[in-house]
């Protein structure tokens, strides 16, 4: 059975609470100064998120409702419109695939589903954030035709 890509539902949740995990995992063993053991949002937060239209969270299951991927994304326009042009831009907040389902095309699946997305609402771009503790994450974006156009860098005091 195919991959399937759809925005999530509130029957979803327990699916993305089991990748947010995940994905907090990767981040907390790669920069544990940074991050703490937990999920990024609450069920609670969650459904607040997957009903509004201006964070869209698409999922990826498998056909049988099995949840292999989560999208979470956020329609974003700049602050100050005096030195920046005013584009509407799709921000991905946060992209899991699933540990068990990697190089299965779900992460493919789930980044074209959102650029067609994206398309369709007329977005100028889409962006997104990578630490440099995962580059698993950045070889794949690259592998998108994603490029970087900015760069955080910090000093540890």
């Not at 700049?78 to 095309?105: G, Q, S």
């Not at 074209?112 to 100028?124: G, P």
């Not at 580059?135 to 974006?141: D, I, L, S, T, V």
Request: proline share 4%.
């Amino acid at each position: 059975m195919p991959n399937i890509v759809r925005l999530a539902g509130e029957k979803d949740i327990p699916g993305i609470i089991e990748l947010l995990k995940q994905v907090n995992k990767v981040h907390h063993d790669g920069r544990p100064d940074l991050f703490k053991l937990t999920t990024k949002y609450t069920e609670e937060q969650l459904k607040d998120i997957i009903n509004d239209e201006k964070t869209p969270v698409f999922v990826c299951d498998d056909g049988e409702g099995k949840i292999l991927g989560h999208g979470f994304c956020k329609f974003q326009r700049p602050e100050d419109t005096h030195m920046l042009v005013d584009n509407l831009t799709l921000y991905i907040d946060d992209i899991c695939v699933d540990e068990n389902a990697r190089r299965k095309h779900v992460g493919k699946d789930l980044y074209e589903h959102i650029l067609s997305f994206a398309r369709e609402k007329n977005c100028y771009n889409i962006t997104l954030n990578v630490w440099n503790c995962n580059p698993g994450a950045m070889k794949f974006y690259e592998s998108l035709g994603l490029v970087p156009y900015k760069v955080g860098m910090e000093m540890i005091l």
